[in-house]
């Protein structure tokens, strides 16, 4: 059961840490104080210390998780099985607070991340209580005992909105180009890819190996991006531009071929800006040398 809340009022953003005691205490309180020290502008709602005597506990703990900016929920082996004593699973019992929070969370749009403890799997929709089953959508972060820094790390990046600083023209080289001439570069390749034709396909990558892909299907090009090889924080970001911006759809979540697809119309010129825009928002920059191209059919 999550104890996580705080009456005190302040403007600042919240981080609401969801848990069931009975499965992963221990790692809730940890995963607690590490973002304390690494989020220092975002309170961390964790512990019942906070609460004042007499108040309503329940009140006090559906109010903390509407005004939090960000709700973790932690899930280990235990999270989705555990059981009332009568044998009922806590998930499907309607005044289980930790089900209680994240339908809160669902409804106030807070940012929702699911944290799987080491090789703990996401819980698919259909293990999932119907009130609470859009979590099985969310991007779930794996949270390792072997690799827990690092890991808290990327979380904690992802909460505060710290990103790798993009390199400036100065510290580029001779050899950098403006973005204008990228386009440039990137229309003649897109217009090659249109002369191969159906079952043709482009991949574009840069000096430090990342890369998009393109695939010619008629009279549409569709964006393929994998997921496998992107951090938490560029899936995220990846799936708020091809999913959200783009119309695209997340193919295979959860599995390590997952991938990001979204169909355009065969126009070079936005091609060549959607290429731009898939590095400056996931990779976080924009290539300042010419993209490697490999044109090639199925």
């Not at 953003?13 to 221990?26: C, E, G, K, L």
């Not at 506990?57 to 999270?79: C, D, H, P, Q, Y």
Request: aromatic share 6%.
């Amino acid at each position: 059961m999550s104890q996580g809340f705080s009456l005190t009022s302040t403007s600042s953003p919240s981080v609401f840490v969801s848990y069931r005691r009975s499965d992963s205490a221990p790692w809730a309180g940890r995963l607690a104080d590490a973002l304390e020290a690494l989020c220092a502008d975002h309170r961390v709602i964790f512990d019942v210390a906070s609460l004042e005597p007499g108040a309503d506990f329940t009140k006090a703990l559906l109010a903390s998780v509407e005004s939090a900016s960000f709700v973790l929920v932690i899930i280990g082996r235990g999270w989705l099985t555990a059981a009332l004593p009568s044998g009922v699973r806590r998930l499907d019992h309607e005044g289980d607070l930790v089900r209680t929070e994240i339908e809160t969370a669902l409804r106030s749009g807070a940012q929702l991340i699911p944290v799987l403890l080491d090789d703990t799997p996401m819980p698919s929709a259909s293990d999932l209580p119907p009130s609470i089953r859009p979590m099985a959508a969310r991007n779930a972060l794996q949270l390792r005992h072997s690799s827990f820094r690092s890991d808290v790390k990327v979380l904690a990046d992802f909460i505060t909105g710290r990103k790798q600083p993009n390199k400036t023209a100065e510290t580029q080289g001779p050899s950098s180009m403006t973005e204008a001439e990228l386009v440039t570069t990137l229309i003649a390749t897109f217009q090659e890819l249109s002369k191969r034709g159906p079952d043709s396909f482009l991949i574009l990558e840069d000096d430090q190996g990342r890369f998009v892909q393109f695939v010619h299907e008629g009279n549409s090009v569709t964006l393929d991006l994998p997921l496998q090889n992107l951090s938490y924080l560029q899936a995220l970001n990846a799936e708020a531009l091809i999913v959200n911006q783009y119309g695209g759809s997340l193919e295979g979540r959860g599995l390590p071929g997952a991938l990001l697809l979204a169909p355009f119309d065969d126009d070079p010129v936005h091609l060549s800006h959607v290429t731009i825009e898939v590095f400056r928002s996931v990779h976080g920059a924009v290539p300042s040398r010419p993209l490697r191209p490999t044109l090639s059919q199925f």
